[in-house]
């Protein structure tokens, strides 16, 4: 257990819809980043956050969105999904906001049919 | 932006022998990296890293890396390995964003090494 926690597991949802990934980052961790993990893209980054302020912002899609909350767990919500959301969502948390070390989360399968 | 690359996509070694999995890396200044393994719909687990101090950096499960500056290189090796670390291997720098202060890992394409008896 690497005490990132990432709920649910898994998500089985129709086109169209929304989801929302939970991260709990490890105890005493600021920062939180959400990566995609797929098949032709590999593993892209998406958004980090630190003591709840945007800090990073990578190949994020405008239908996704994400927020760090005053307990410093993150949601990554996904809206309108399409078939090629489907993916491995995987959360890090470090210490610090300056990217020393990073601990991933076991991830969230989400498929779109 | 700062990269790596992973010229192998597979790697296949017998158990007990030596094992390389190459990682290349282009940074502007000094670099930070990582190594990750995946195994089968798991997470991302932290093998080793290199920010600054000996080339040679010893990690988790006998896993080693050496950082070699002259040819931009960070090759993960284990003198003898098992066939339980057949897995997806990820080599990654970290990248820093100029405005906001905020930074990523950026990866490499993963290496799947394959241990067989």
């Known amino acids: 257990d690497s005490g990132v926690t990432q709920t649910p597991k898994h998500l089985i949802t129709a086109t169209g819809q929304r989801v929302t990934l939970r991260c709990s980052p490890r105890?005493?961790?600021?920062?939180v980043y959400w990566y995609q993990q797929s098949l032709d893209q590999g593993l892209q980054f998406l958004i980090q956050y630190y003591n709840g302020e945007e800090r990073a912002k990578g190949n994020i899609l405008e239908r996704f969105s994400a927020q760090q909350f005053p307990d410093l767990h993150s949601e990554l919500n996904l809206s309108s999904l399409e078939l090629g959301d489907s993916a491995l969502y995987f959360c890090?948390?470090?210490?610090?906001?300056?990217?020393?070390?990073?601990?991933f989360g076991s991830g969230t399968r989400l498929t779109v049919v | 932006a700062q990269s790596v690359a992973q010229p192998e996509d597979q790697v296949n070694v017998a158990e007990g022998n030596p094992l390389t999995v190459k990682c290349t890396y282009s940074?502007?200044?000094?670099?930070?990296l990582f190594w990750y393994v995946q195994y089968p719909n798991r997470g991302l687990q932290f093998l080793l890293k290199?920010?600054?101090?000996?080339?040679l950096v010893k990690g988790s499960y006998g896993f080693e890396a050496e950082f070699n500056k002259s040819q931009t290189s960070f090759h993960l090796k284990k003198p003898s390995a098992l066939v339980s670390d057949s897995a997806l291997y990820f080599c990654?720098?970290?990248?820093?964003?100029?405005?906001?202060?905020?930074?990523?890992?950026?990866f490499g394409t993963g290496t799947q090494l394959k241990v067989e008896l």
């Open positions: 290199y920010i600054t101090g000996d080339n």
């Open positions: 940074v502007s200044g000094n670099p930070y």
């Open positions: 890090a948390s470090s210490v610090s906001g300056t990217g020393d070390g990073y601990t």
């Open positions: 990654a720098v970290r990248d820093i964003f100029l405005t906001g202060g905020g930074n990523k890992l950026t």
């Open positions: 105890s005493g961790d600021l920062s």
